[in-house]
């Protein structure tokens, strides 16, 4: 465990935040995620606003639609803190 570098945070969003987040970034409405992901927009935008849980099985589905790695949804504003990147 002596490699093991501690993670901190960088910036403080939310997961529903992190999801707009991507989704905005790749230029995608609600309506155009929930067709590419099957999950219904109502469910999309309750995820966004944090009103329900993200989930494991949605976060893959909805990383396979935006086509991220479900920690970056998951797990928003972490970095390793590692000397040798800075």
Do not use: Y
């Not at 099985?57 to 040798?84: Q, S, T, Y």
Request: net charge positive; proline share 3%; glycine share 4%.
């Amino acid at each position: 465990m002596k490699d093991f570098k501690k993670a901190k945070t960088k910036v403080k969003v939310s997961i529903g935040e992190s999801v707009r987040i991507i989704r905005e970034l790749q230029e995608l409405s609600q309506n155009q995620l929930a067709i590419l992901s099957g999950i219904p927009q109502s469910t999309l935008l309750a995820i966004e606003r944090d009103k329900i849980n993200l989930g494991v099985e949605r976060a893959k589905i909805l990383a396979r639609a935006l086509k991220c790695h479900p920690a970056v949804m998951v797990f928003p504003g972490w970095h390793i803190n590692d000397e040798k990147a800075a």
